[in-house]
């Protein structure tokens, strides 16, 4: 069980990324022994439901579904994961380890008086997502998870096509010690503002957007704590004691995505007891931003299913 405490609303400038009209809080919660920043919306005696932010964002990434979701009945927790933002950055690889990521949601789900929620993910986000599905699947009532590939499917891949290790040769680079810090660094984080426009449709990104991003890269400790993930997911490979998804899964694909091949989404959805893939044609790796409406109308279908 973790602790919670708020922090200030202007601080976090929601006023300006959510509609004024959601009760959206600032919160800092203690768990699994690191403090999260944690935007938490809605009824406390709703459904809960988890938004898990990927790399390079933070909670901003779902900024346009917190409302729909709130008004449709759920209370949503959308946390900064570890290393990202405003929350605490511990040192070390070790730290950030799948499997602790994992954690870090049961105990925030834990944080309100849940035993388990429905939990969303994209990209990185969804690599814990399916990872703590496998190895907690008390704590995920329904899973939805968001060009991110199961880990048994992204292993045999890399294997088996060429063409996805071709795609994957970021991560390889990222392994390196001090040198993606500088890179990622240089020139007002140009190299990870770019990772984001030309990998995604014109004009998905705003210069408001890429200021918030840029503002979150530049705090002390975020590049090392966000590269980590990366460093630490080929030091500690994920191995979970099961790797099929018992919780009904819904799977996410915009098909156009730069770095991960389509045939990933219809092999990460083969590992799910009861699964819906939705594929998207013409929508890049940037889901939650390129079609916001059609995802968040995706994610309620999902959240209703009885």
Same mark, same amino acid.
């Given at each position: 069980m973790g602790t919670n405490t708020r922090a200030t609303v202007a601080d976090t400038k929601l006023e300006s990324a959510i509609p004024s009209a959601v009760d959206a809080e600032s919160t800092r919660r203690t768990v699994n022994g690191?403090?999260?920043?944690?935007?938490?919306?809605? #009824?406390?005696?709703?459904? $809960?439901?988890?938004?898990?932010?990927?790399?390079?964002?933070?909670?901003?990434?779902?900024r346009t579904q917190i409302a729909p979701l709130v008004d449709a009945g759920y209370r949503v927790l959308v946390p900064d994961q570890r290393g990202y933002n405003r929350s605490e950055k511990p040192d070390g690889v070790r730290a950030y380890r799948t499997a602790e990521l994992a954690r870090?949601?049961?105990?925030l789900i834990a944080t309100e008086g849940r035993d388990a929620a429905h939990v969303v993910g994209h990209d990185w986000g969804g690599i814990v997502a399916w990872d703590l599905a496998c190895r907690f699947p008390g704590a995920v009532d329904r899973l939805t998870v968001v060009n991110a590939p199961h880990p048994t499917a992204y292993r045999r891949q890399l294997l088996s096509n060429p063409e996805q290790l071709r795609r994957s040769w970021y991560a390889v680079c990222f392994q390196l010690p001090w040198l993606p810090e500088f890179a990622c660094r240089? #020139?007002?984080?140009?190299? $990870?503002?770019?990772?984001l426009r030309e990998t995604a449709a014109p004009g998905t990104f705003s210069e408001t957007d890429l200021a918030r991003y840029r503002q979150s890269w530049d705090r002390?400790?975020?590049l090392t704590g966000m590269l980590n993930w990366y460093r630490a997911a080929t030091r500690y490979p994920p191995n979970p004691a099961i790797d099929r998804v018992a919780a009904p899964t819904l799977v996410v694909w915009g098909e156009d995505d730069s770095a991960l091949v389509p045939a990933l989404a219809v092999d990460s959805a083969a590992f799910c007891a009861e699964r819906r893939l939705e594929m998207l044609p013409g929508v890049s790796h940037w889901v939650p931003h390129e079609e916001p409406e059609r995802l968040t109308e995706l994610l309620l279908e999902h959240a209703r299913v009885a």
């Open positions: 690191v403090e999260l920043h944690v935007v938490t919306a809605g #009824d406390r005696a709703d459904p $809960l439901l988890v938004l898990l932010h990927g790399f390079p964002e933070y909670w901003y990434e779902w870090d949601v049961v105990a240089y #020139d007002e984080y140009r190299l $990870l503002e770019r990772a002390t400790g975020a």
